[in-house]
């Protein structure tokens, strides 16, 4: 099995809403093949 190329990498994100912070230094690597799906309740900061 082959090493596999990482196609997206978020490092140190970071995010907020006035004083709320959602988003702290946040680290993700997808590599090929892989699939992502986030899930959540919709709010003021969800534009659909």
């Known amino acids: 099995m082959g090493t ?3 196609v997206i990498r978020v490092e140190g994100l970071c ?3 006035g004083d709320n912070v959602v ?3 946040f680290d993700l690597t997808l ?3 892989e699939n ?3 899930l959540g309740r919709p ?3 969800n534009p659909c």
């Open 4 to 6: 596999k190329n990482a």
């Open 15 to 17: 995010k907020a809403f």
């Open 23 to 25: 988003l702290d230094r």
């Open 31 to 33: 590599y090929e093949g």
């Open 36 to 38: 992502l799906v986030v």
């Open 43 to 45: 709010g003021r900061a």
